[in-house]
Each structure stands twice: as C-alpha cells, then as structure tokens.
C-alpha cells in the first residue's frame, strides 16, 4: 500500500523567512497530494493541494511543487508568521480510484519572533 | 452548519471496557473515515467507508470495529479497550472519492487506563 514520508518533524524559522516541508510517496498510481494545517485543539484543515497533472500551484504566500518521477511533493510557505505555527501533513490518494487517504507524520512549525 | 460532529470529546475508560465514538456530518457527503492521531505518528487511518453500506479497513484496523449506520453516521467501536488504544481519534468526511477535500471533526481524546 501507499506509504507518505514527511520531512522535518520539527522546523522552527525566524518570522519573515520561509519554511518548506517535503514529503515523499511510494505509490506511483497516486494523483491526488493534499496539505493539512492542525491547530492546537483542532481538527486539521485543507489549505492547498495538487494534481498530477500538474507541477505547482500557488495561493498567495503558500505553495506546492510536485515531481512525479522523483515522487515527492514540498509545501513552501514564504514570509511566515506567526499565525503559520502549527502543525502540517502532507497525504496522498488515487483519486477516482480508491477511498484511501494515506498521511504523513506530521511537522510541527514554529515561527519565532 | 456544523460540519462534521464527534461525540464524545474526551473519555477514559478501563482496560477491556468498551465503547462508541459517533460521528455524523451534514454535508451530504458519501465518504466517512476514522483517523487516530498519535505523538510522531501522525494521522493513521483505522476504517473507511466510501458510501452508506460499506466499510474498509484502512492502516491500523485491529482492535476496532465500524458502522455505517446510514449516510450522516459512521461509527467506531471499541470492544476490549487497551492502553495501546490511548490516542485522539478524527472523524473526516469527503464528498466522493472525486472530490478530494476531507473535512474533519473536532477530535475524540480517548485514555485507556
């Protein structure tokens, strides 16, 4: 089955920099790569994705890029601040092909001030 | 509009009790999951269900049974409850396996004493 990497575990960056979050995949049938925001208390939250069809898609200061042959996905999140802290998964399905959503471990961000 | 509705927040029971996390969304939507969430681990799918009457088992299934009582519902059960089951549990709904947004709930804590 489907097996998502997500790399670091933890990230702290000054607030104004950037972060970037990579997670990798194993499943080459995967189209679908979507990224979760969870605040503390919360239940995780969509805030971008991409297709396969596709090799980057952008919404203000975030960011996707995917690369297919490589099989890896990254979040990049410029001009960060501190409502950005939180903790970010990455996930990867077979859209239109199978129900299953399959998660990466997770990377908890800090911005500091 | 309230989304996705786990009950109950938080719970502690005793080894080898048993109980039902409910969950019930309101947005018409034909797929339901259940998620554990776990220090490090990240977000592991446990059961699925991709329309009312079916049911998959997803990363982690063992220890767990699920109903999909109708459309709006999707439960998970616990029979012999073990400290290993010590976890906060996410219930999450999509539209169809075409549509990929997952919209979560705000979380179960479960302690297993």
């Known amino acids: 089955g489907e097996n998502v990497e997500q790399h670091p575990s933890t990230l702290s960056v000054q607030e104004g920099d950037s972060a970037v979050i990579k997670c990798t995949y194993s499943d080459s049938a995967s189209n679908y790569f979507p990224w979760y925001k969870q605040e503390l208390g919360k239940g995780p939250q969509l805030i971008i994705d991409i297709r396969s069809n596709v090799g980057e898609k952008k919404d203000q200061r975030i960011a996707v890029t995917l690369n297919k042959t490589a099989k890896h996905f990254s979040l990049h999140i410029t001009e960060t601040q501190p409502e950005d802290s939180a903790v970010y998964f990455c996930a990867a399905s077979k859209m239109n092909r199978d129900d299953k959503i399959i998660f990466g471990k997770g990377t908890r961000l800090h911005i500091l001030p | 509009n309230a989304g996705v509705t786990q009950t109950p927040k938080f719970q502690v029971l005793k080894t080898g009790q048993s109980m039902t996390l409910q969950c019930a969304q309101d947005m018409n939507h034909n797929s339901m999951y259940w998620y554990r969430q776990d220090p490090g681990m990240g977000l592991r799918l446990i059961y699925y269900s991709a329309s009312e009457g079916t049911t998959d088992k997803g990363e982690v299934p063992n220890g767990y049974n699920v109903s999909r009582l109708n459309k709006r519902e999707f439960s998970l059960r616990l029979e012999s409850a073990a400290p290993s089951q010590t976890s906060v549990y996410f219930c999450?709904?999509?539209?169809?396996?075409?549509?990929?947004?997952?919209?979560f709930g705000e979380g179960s804590r479960l302690t297993v004493l």
């Open positions: 999450a709904s999509t539209l169809s396996r075409s549509e990929g947004e997952l919209f």
